[in-house]
């Protein structure tokens, strides 16, 4: 099972948001006391589906650090007929336990969103 899952939800729509592509990314840090970006590897890389869920994004374990997960949310909304706000969300947070299991849900609309640390 991968370390990280997405679950992405249509508010306006009312319904699961597929076919949204989603990429995850390490954030390599310059310094811990200035959180400024060196640099980014790219982990993996998925689109939800029908249910707005990539349940397989990256391995199975993830190192200590910041990681980013970028939801082109512009493809989205092509291929639903909206005209939304946001052409991406970016998620960064920090994994501070290797062991545990990340899930990170989107509540999306045309012209808000939100994100929690989900379960």
Excluded at 37 to 44: D, L, Q
Excluded at 47 to 52: A, I, K
Excluded at 75 to 103: C, E, K, L, N
């Amino acid at each position: 099972m991968s370390a990280i899952t997405t679950h992405v939800l249509d508010a306006a729509l009312g319904r699961p948001a597929a076919g949204v592509p989603v990429q995850l990314e390490q954030l390599v840090l310059r310094g811990a006391d200035t959180g400024a970006v060196e640099g980014v590897a790219s982990t993996a890389t998925g689109v939800t589906n029908s249910d707005g869920r990539v349940g397989s994004l990256g391995p199975d374990h993830l190192e200590r650090g910041d990681y980013r997960l970028t939801f082109d949310t512009a493809a989205y909304f092509r291929q639903t007929g909206q005209t939304g706000f946001y052409p991406t969300i970016t998620v960064t947070f920090t994994v501070t336990d290797p062991a545990r299991h990340h899930h990170v849900p989107v509540l999306l609309s045309p012209y808000a969103y939100s994100t929690y640390q989900g379960s």
